[in-house]
């Protein structure tokens, strides 16, 4: 993972305030009356403060920020205040997380190489000061991400912003708010990690590209080791159903597993399994050209399991876990497998593939059923599987269906700690009868529930452990002018294993 940004802890004492002179200050001011140290500002500066509240300028209102230049007094070249609302009211998680956005936005912005940020003593409902650094470093290693690897420009965009000192109002001992600190900037560059792979085009991130990287992840750790399938060896498992996925391209499918081991030897595994799409045409069920272009990013799954397993070795946590990625490319050509083939699946049960664009639960059914062989406590996959997902929940949620209550309620409070959030919707019996098949014993598309019958059609392959699936279509990548990976759900799997250790 890239080490780009320095972010300490720096408890500053109040009468020092106007002596910080990194290139931007940033304080957070409240409603109310003014804290000591902006008391100290205001009367450095002859009452600046006191004026820009009086004209309505300094209002403190959540997330209102401004900008003060030069101020005679202070030694930072810049000064942004940044509002938190009325002092001690509760904030919800949304609420502290704008502040904290608006924050780092300003430091991002300030062209300044050295920032302090200094966060007022903030009342956050179910979170204290430990939540607070975690997410102030989360939110500058995630915002200040730039993708570098651009062919043929000299241009490249880069962040002037070089390091961060963050001050926080807590009674919290500085050891538990580094420990913080150090948490959220890991699972940031863990999500910017998984950012890098995804961003990439489709004609550099292959299947052997993500098992290379996996390699060399892996190499960065003792605690971590790497071994690949070729399609030579899973035809000898019986995969058929993951291989039917590349029979049209010209590249080969991969099976990666990453295995950490930080628990006790005898220790059950979690295990994450990624969908690795590299590109996904439709095969003979060809998508429209409009955006086909996107497909690349078809692999997010993978790359968040690659992210998230760098992530668990970097902070050496006490537990063990299993990353599988199942990666193929998905195109048309003499030897693609067509609507109506049927395949036999690594579990012995067969598939009627109705759609081949439907392609992702087939290889996911394989790499879940090998998933058994680690004897797991939970396995979850993350997969941007259906874009009926993104009509049920937008942009903002990822879609949770499990067949255990337990892991699903980790997993939802996983991602609303992380704000990472996601929502479980119903795998019912009612819709399984949708994916019946005259030829097969299951058909791989069926009924107007997409979400949830492509679920019910991974749970197939579930039924021996604790299973959840993560629907990440909505969520892990950006459309339009922003286009690119969110790097997301790196940061609700990272909170999810990191709370089961």
């Known amino acids: 993972m890239k080490k780009r940004l320095s972010i300490n802890l720096n408890q500053k004492i109040v009468k020092e305030i106007t002596e910080i002179s990194s290139g931007g ?18 009367q450095e500066t002859n009452g600046t403060l006191k004026k820009l509240r009086k004209l309505g300028e300094l209002e403190g209102k959540l997330g209102q920020s401004i900008y003060l230049p030069a101020l005679s007094g202070v030694k930072a070249q810049r000064t942004y205040l940044v509002g938190c609302g009325k002092e001690g009211k509760k904030l919800s998680r949304q609420e502290a997380v704008k502040i904290l956005t608006k924050m780092v936005s300003v430091a991002i912005s ?3 190489s050295n920032v302090f940020i ?31 690897a651009k062919l043929n420009k000299k ?57 290379k990287e996996s390699r060399s992840a892996a190499n960065k750790y003792l605690s971590l080791s790497c071994s690949v399938l070729g399609e030579k060896e899973m035809k000898k498992l019986k995969m058929d159903c993951l291989l039917s996925v590349g029979a049209g391209s010209a590249q080969e499918s991969k099976l990666i597993t990453l295995n950490y081991k930080g628990g006790k030897k005898d220790e059950q595994p979690h295990v994450i399994v990624g969908k690795g799409i590299t590109f996904d045409t439709g095969g003979i069920s060809l998508k429209p050209g409009a955006t086909m272009d996107e497909m690349k990013f078809d692999m997010c799954g993978a790359a968040s399991v690659i992210g998230t397993m760098q992530v668990i070795a970097e902070l050496k946590a006490p537990i063990n876990v299993i990353g599988l990625v199942a990666s ?12 109506g083939d049927v395949v036999r699946t690594m579990s012995g049960l067969t598939v009627e593939i109705l759609n081949t664009d439907a392609e992702g639960r087939l290889v996911l059914a394989d790499a879940l059923t090998y998933a058994k062989k680690f004897n797991p406590q939970s396995v979850v996959d993350i997969a941007t599987l259906t874009g009926a997902c993104i009509v049920a929940l937008g942009h903002s949620t990822s879609g949770l269906m499990s067949n255990d209550d337990r892991l699903a309620q980790k997993l939802l409070k996983a991602g609303t700690t992380s704000t990472d959030r996601a929502w479980q919707l119903p795998i019912w019996d009612v819709y399984k009868k949708d994916l019946n098949s005259n030829f097969a014993d299951i058909a791989n598309i069926g009924g107007r529930a997409g979400t949830i019958t492509a679920a019910c059609f991974l749970s197939k392959f579930t039924e021996d452990y604790s299973w959840a699936h993560l629907d990440v279509a909505g969520t892990a990548h950006i459309s339009g002018a922003a286009k690119g990976a969110s790097g997301r759900p790196v940061p609700l799997l990272s909170h999810y294993l990191l709370d089961q250790s």
């Open 25 to 42: 200050l940033i304080i957070g001011v409240f409603e109310g009356p003014f804290s000591d140290e902006l008391k100290i500002i205001d």
């Open 110 to 112: 300030s062209k300044a």
């Open 118 to 148: 200094s966060i007022p003593k903030l009342s956050i409902s179910g979170e204290g000061d430990h939540w607070i650094s975690q997410q102030i470093s989360y939110l500058c290693e995630n915002n200040i991400y730039t993708y570098d």
């Open 155 to 211: 241009d490249k965009t880069t962040r002037s912003l070089k390091k961060v000192s963050i001050a926080i109002d807590s009674s919290l001992s500085s050891s538990k708010l580094k420990k913080g600190i150090r948490v959220g900037q890991t699972i940031g560059r863990g999500s910017n990690a998984a950012k890098d792979l995804a961003n990439l085009p489709a004609n550099v991130c292959t299947p052997s590209y993500l098992a």
């Open 328 to 339: 193929a490319e998905n195109m048309p050509g003499g030897k693609a497998t067509k609507p």
